[in-house]
């Protein structure tokens, strides 16, 4: 299996790590893990876009040997997170890589992290610099262990293409980092392949040395395809779902308290965003909420799920004239926690 380091970040700030750093930084638990579940990528971004290049791959190079980095940062992490002297330390060391890597773009990134989570622009530089010891630790290690050099350490960043994409970043913050969309972003990388071309996904041909990075979309694309033929087998339908034929449902669920969309569900919703552009159909937003409890509260939380998820749609490119947003519904099993914290986007 290949390396991901996306997925060891996120197995290094778990919830405990996430409730601390928010407590440090004066944030909720579900902002400051939107802002951490962004901060990640958007630096692996960076360091993958600055390593496109020899000159650029050699400053990353320099910068994850430095004998300063901590290979071993991931056992110390709890520590270190319990110590405000630690924290601060981090944020500092982290600080000066930040401004490098992104130069006269870092206020911008950070203003999209604050944006696109909830927490403070000065919390999410906060987070930002601290995420830098973190990853660059944990690439020092693999460098190490694999005795990488600067050519092999630019190869294992865009190894990490696929994983980039699954984690759904923001437009936000791609246009903030200067490359529009994510799949721009992953088409321009040295290296891509083009055994696997994707010409009936796009509006118009692409040159041949850009369809590479549409694989992960055309995955989906197929997956997307599969699911909706299953979806429409006589004596199915009307056991999922009580649309009519003509309407394609999909369910984006959120955990107990949270409104905001998070980037997995993402993923999700600029798949969905594809279809719509192609096929040229509106779209209905419906929230749904529990019976039972305060129901205007609920009534609330379900209305800006709903405009959460119409925010998403309209950075994939949806105009916010195609989208109709409901009123709130009660599910219908109000024993299903999950049934109630929903949001149906319906194709018409």
Do not use: C
């Not at 190079?61 to 300063?68: G, H, M, P, S």
Request: charged residues 20%; neutral net charge; hydrophobic residues 40%.
């Amino acid at each position: 299996m290949s390396f991901d380091i996306l997925e060891s970040l996120s197995t290094m700030l778990g919830t405990p790590a996430i409730r601390q750093l928010g407590s440090s930084l004066g944030e909720n638990e579900d902002n400051t893990r939107a802002a951490v579940r962004s901060a990640g990528p958007t630096l692996l971004a960076g360091l993958m876009q600055r390593a496109a290049t020899p000159s650029g791959a050699t400053e990353v190079f320099k910068a994850v040997t430095d004998e300063r980095v901590d290979s071993g940062i991931a056992g110390k992490l709890g520590d270190m997170l319990g110590n405000r002297g630690n924290l601060d330390s981090m944020r500092t060391s982290g600080e000066g890589f930040l401004k490098n890597l992104f130069g006269t773009r870092s206020e911008a990134v950070t203003s999209a992290i604050s944006e696109t989570s909830g927490v403070r622009p000065t919390s999410a530089m906060s987070l930002l610099s601290m995420g830098v010891p973190l990853l660059l630790g944990i690439l020092r290690k693999q460098t190490m262990s694999k005795k990488l050099d600067a050519s092999g350490l630019a190869s294992l960043l865009f190894s990490q293409r696929d994983s980039l994409a699954r984690s759904g970043l923001d437009n936000r913050i791609t246009n903030a980092l200067g490359f529009g969309s994510l799949s721009n972003f992953l088409n321009m990388l040295p290296g891509a392949t083009t055994q696997t071309q994707r010409p009936h996904m796009t509006a118009t041909p692409e040159p041949t040395h850009r369809r590479a990075g549409w694989v992960p979309w055309a995955v989906a694309a197929a997956i997307a395809a599969l699911a909706l033929m299953i979806f429409n087998r006589p004596g199915e339908r009307a056991q999922r779902t009580a649309a009519v034929p003509t309407e394609t449902a999909t369910r984006v669920y959120f955990e107990t308290g949270q409104t905001a969309v998070d980037n997995e569900d993402r993923v999700k919703i600029a798949t969905i965003a594809k279809t719509v552009k192609i096929q040229d159909r509106p779209v209905a937003i419906t929230g749904y909420t529990d019976p039972s409890g305060d129901r205007e509260r609920n009534r609330e939380a379900a209305q800006e799920r709903a405009a959460a998820v119409r925010e998403a749609l309209v950075a994939e490119g949806i105009p916010e004239s195609r989208i109709q947003i409901a009123e709130p519904t009660e599910a219908a099993d109000s024993r299903n926690a999950a049934e109630a914290q929903r949001v149906d986007i319906i194709l018409r």
